[in-house]
């Protein structure tokens, strides 16, 4: 009796488990809207070009026109490695650096920076 009640408590867990197995395979189908790949590839170039996203710069100077020319073409002879760019923000014309993903990204360059131009500081952008 004591066998017959191992038996059919064995074969029902196997059984369960059996027919659990079985529930589980199956075909999964996924629909996706069209556009998707389109503003997945738009996200990614917003990223890029840090119009989204938290990102960091270095500014070099800020005041006039002539000024901020000549300091982007010493900055660019010196370190080529960042990208630099002047910006106008009323009313002056600033120098920024680089488009850096983390702090201490903009901070290690910033230290390399500041031997040459020692008013250079980080700051993140305001989105616009």
Do not use: C, H
């Amino acid at each position: 009796m004591l066998k017959k009640k191992k038996l059919i408590i064995t074969a029902s867990i196997l059984i369960g488990f059996s027919a659990l197995g079985q529930a589980q395979a199956g075909q999964v189908t996924i629909k996706q809207d069209e556009l998707i790949p389109e503003l997945m590839e738009k996200k990614t170039e917003m990223v890029k070009d840090s119009r989204m996203g938290d990102r960091y710069r270095i500014q070099l100077f800020s005041g006039d026109n002539n000024q901020a020319s000549k300091m982007i073409k010493e900055y660019r002879a010196l370190y080529p490695q960042w990208p630099s760019t002047i910006v106008y923000e009323t009313p002056n014309y600033k120098v920024w650096v680089g488009n850096f993903r983390s702090s201490l990204e903009a901070d290690k360059a910033l230290l390399t920076i500041k031997k040459t131009f020692p008013a250079a500081f980080r700051f993140k952008p305001e989105k616009k």
